[in-house]
């Protein structure tokens, strides 16, 4: 798969993401308008579609159908955006742009967005059932499915992850905590969706297992370098202000690490992602392309 290639097939499953996206929340008839307009606002606001795109790559990667998978999808793009609405309160790391935009409670104001995190949240788990009715997906893997979104989603996975990060303002911390916040916070959404396509798309032990020690090190370089990015990055590219890690005065890669043994940490746990996919063929292409891109992106 050339640069090309893999430009035209992430273009073209976001364009997919983002119509289902759009279908699932056309529901404004049935919840009060202003609800459904703060909803929409924080996940049309733009955003790379990486973990619905990763849930439908892993199932590809097993030989799964992924049209079936696309409640799933739309799913974890929901959690994953509660998330940002929710991250970006004046409680929590108290952003005023996100994805370029003015945040959700700059719009909205902060009952609402809270409101429409916990909308999105919600949502999300009942749209997961919705990949039974093609009938290529057992009750058995939603129900799988679901628990591994709860675990992710909740007091084990992010919620975990941002308390201690909250909890670790102001103060010096290890390693070991710098790892479980990263890991917690951000890897564990990214862990989740892409078992969860390995789940529904009929994979086997073998392979699952393979696909968790990707996603694992995918998630760690993920956070790596948007750790970097906070230091280094532009405000305009990232659609988000930089140096707000340093504003909060949280502990991050580059502040333990430095940066440019930071960068090297993010390179070494790409490397470890793609080796992990050594036993699938050209099928895991575009996992192993995602994986080369993190280290690139500007955003």
């Given at each position: 798969m050339n640069n090309d290639d893999f430009r035209k097939e992430l273009n073209d499953?976001?364009?997919?993401?983002?119509?289902?996206?759009?279908?699932?929340?056309?529901?404004?008839?049935?919840?009060?308008?202003?609800?459904?307009?703060?909803?929409?606002?924080?996940?049309?606001?733009?955003?790379?579609?990486?973990?619905?795109?990763?849930?439908?790559?892993?199932?590809?990667?097993?030989?799964?159908?992924?049209?079936?998978?696309?409640?799933?999808?739309?799913?974890?793009?929901?959690?994953?955006?509660?998330s940002l609405i929710h991250d970006d309160l004046p409680a929590m790391d108290n952003d005023d742009f996100r994805r370029g935009q003015p945040t959700n409670h700059k719009?909205?104001?902060?009952?609402?967005?809270?409101?429409?995190?916990?909308?999105?949240?919600?949502?999300?788990?009942?749209?997961?059932?919705?990949?039974?009715?093609?009938?290529?997906?057992?009750?058995?893997?939603?129900?799988?499915?679901?628990?591994?979104?709860?675990?992710?989603?909740?007091?084990?996975?992010?919620?975990?992850?941002?308390?201690?990060?909250?909890?670790?303002?102001?103060?010096?911390?290890?390693?070991?905590?710098?790892?479980?916040?990263?890991?917690?916070?951000?890897?564990?959404?990214?862990k989740a969706c892409i078992r969860a396509g390995a789940i529904m798309g009929g994979g086997s032990a073998a392979q699952l297992a393979a696909l968790t020690q990707y996603a694992e090190n995918l998630g760690l370089a993920f956070q790596i370098t948007d750790d970097v990015l906070d230091v280094e990055g532009d405000s305009g590219k990232m659609g988000k202000t930089a140096g707000s890690d340093a504003r909060?005065?949280?502990?991050?890669?580059?502040?333990?690490?430095?940066?440019?043994?930071?960068?090297?940490?993010?390179?070494?746990?790409?490397d470890r992602a793609v080796a992990a996919l050594n036993m699938f063929g050209k099928e895991a292409d575009l996992l192993r392309r995602v994986a080369g891109y993190l280290l690139k992106r500007e955003q």
């Open positions: 499953k976001v364009r997919l993401i983002d119509q289902v996206l759009d279908n699932y929340l056309s529901i404004s008839e049935v919840i009060p308008e202003i609800l459904s307009q703060a909803m929409r606002y924080s996940m049309f606001a733009g955003g790379k579609r990486l973990r619905p795109i990763l849930l439908l790559a892993s199932a590809e990667a097993v030989g799964g159908n992924t049209e079936s998978l696309l409640p799933a999808a739309a799913a974890f793009e929901m959690v994953h955006t509660y719009v909205f104001g902060e009952a609402m967005a809270i409101l429409a995190g916990d909308g999105l949240l919600t949502h999300a788990f009942g749209l997961i059932t919705e990949c039974s009715d093609s009938g290529n997906v057992s009750p058995e893997m939603i129900i799988t499915v679901i628990k591994e979104l709860s675990l992710a989603a909740g007091p084990c996975g992010m919620l975990g992850g941002q308390i201690v990060d909250i909890h670790s303002e102001n103060r010096p911390i290890d390693k070991d905590i710098l790892h479980y916040i990263h890991s917690h916070k951000t890897g564990a959404l990214f909060l005065k949280k502990s991050t890669y580059p502040s333990i690490y430095g940066l440019e043994e930071s960068k090297k940490l993010a390179a070494d746990a790409v």
